[in-house]
């Protein structure tokens, strides 16, 4: 195992009711921003119980961060942070709400010369703004991480950013709140969580016996629960272990001691910014190409999780890594999650290069665990995925 440090201050407030216990975590003279989407909470009474238990403290709102939160629409929200001396933002949403407040947070502090240097430099983020989050949809673990995410409508970029300052201090995980969300969103949030834990999982043995079992353990709990939430996702059982497990699934334990990837995302993220695909579903396009196209390096760990998630038990390693891959297409393919990007875009061709030239501008030449997946692998992955 290697050496690590960990650190994970974010409180956890989990369970139904919980909304109304964050007024024992706001400062009482904070004025408060409340950030949150299009309008999701409105319609499923989550607003009320945001505003009711907020009722005896100053609070501004700003709503319309849409998904993948969208830089020019932050900077207005930073107008108003400024404007109005915000001293505390609650959000309240999924991954892109949270992340736009991460944004927020940082750039509320940040006195460089604009702000988008902390996506695009980036700049580790040791001090933001103080925020906590009511998380509406499982699937990042945005609320229990220190990174966002944020994207630019202008340059078609979609960068990543973070440090220790960007922890929420709280964040209610009430599992009620995946009641409303509708089918394409729960099946996006057991892909990315699933696909989170393979690219802290899926690289080589290093020694890690705990990580790798906690890693499998909320792989096979994702796979049970899967079927019942999208079959129901009032079952609050299923809700429960399905946000937990997102949580888990990239709050940096299981990736502490190990090697990660993060290729997936990497690439990924480019389909987002070039196509508008949901980010979830450009995991499932480009996860299973880059196993196979890394084959020699990943196949322990994959016929490792051929066996012990999938239980695959015959066949020698190259075997059990083999229909490893086909089982994780399969498993995305069942919650209706299409793996080819020509599913999702007519306009793919030259997508390879145009993903290849960005990581060479950028000096993206050694992704990956074994830093050393350069341009042109990369260019093979994404002519792949086609
Ligand atoms: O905007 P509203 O109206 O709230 O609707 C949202 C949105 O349309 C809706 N929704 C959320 N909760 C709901 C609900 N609808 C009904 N009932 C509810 N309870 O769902 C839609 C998608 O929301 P979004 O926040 O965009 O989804 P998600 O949580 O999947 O977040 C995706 C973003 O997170 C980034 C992604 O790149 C993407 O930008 N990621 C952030 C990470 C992190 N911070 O650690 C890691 C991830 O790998 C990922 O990159
Ligand atoms: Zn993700």
Request: glycine share 8%; net charge negative.
């Amino acid at each position: 195992m290697q050496n690590f440090d960990f650190y994970n201050p974010t409180k956890i407030l989990f369970g139904e009711g919980k909304i109304e216990t964050i007024t024992e975590e706001i400062p009482d003279d904070a004025k408060v921003l409340m950030t949150y989407g299009g309008g999701s909470i409105k319609r499923n009474g989550i607003y009320e119980q945001v505003t009711e238990a907020l009722v005896d403290f100053e609070v501004v709102e700003f709503g319309g961060i849409p998904p993948n939160p969208e830089y020019e629409v932050l900077l207005e929200a930073l107008d108003v942070i400024k404007d109005e001396n915000i001293d505390f933002i609650l959000a309240v949403g999924g991954g892109s709400v949270i992340d736009g407040t991460k944004f927020l947070s940082a750039a509320a502090l940040y006195d460089g010369n604009e702000p988008w240097e902390l996506l695009s430099d980036p700049i580790r983020v040791e001090e933001g703004l103080p925020f906590g989050t009511v998380l509406t949809l499982p699937a990042t673990a945005s609320e229990m991480n220190s990174g966002a995410v944020v994207s630019r409508e202008e340059t078609k970029e979609k960068l990543a950013m973070g440090g220790p300052g960007l922890f929420p201090k709280f964040s209610v995980l009430d599992p009620t709140a995946v009641r409303t969300i509708p089918e394409r969103q729960l099946a996006n949030g057991i892909t990315d969580a699933f696909t989170h834990v393979l690219e802290q999982y899926m690289t080589y043995p290093a020694g890690g016996h705990l990580q790798d079992r906690f890693a499998e353990s909320i792989m096979q709990t994702l796979i049970e629960l899967a079927p019942k939430i999208m079959e129901d996702p009032s079952d609050y059982e299923a809700a429960s272990n399905f946000m937990w497990s997102c949580t888990m699934a990239l709050n940096g334990l299981i990736q502490k001691g190990v090697p990660t990837d993060w290729a997936v995302h990497a690439m990924g993220h480019e389909l987002t910014a070039l196509y508008g695909i949901d980010h979830a579903r450009t995991l499932a396009i480009i996860a299973p190409r880059h196993y196979e196209e890394n084959f020699g390096h990943k196949k322990e760990k994959l016929a490792q999780y051929g066996e012990r998630v999938w239980n695959i038990t015959e066949g020698d390693t190259d075997t059990k890594a083999t229909k490893a891959i086909e089982k994780t297409e399969s498993f995305f393919h069942s919650l209706n999650i299409d793996t080819k990007l020509s599913d999702y875009t007519d306009d793919y061709e030259g997508t390879a290069q145009i993903i290849a030239e960005r990581f060479k501008e950028r000096g993206w030449t050694g992704l990956g665990e074994h830093k050393e997946l350069g341009p042109d692998q990369v260019k093979t992955i994404v002519e792949k995925s086609y």
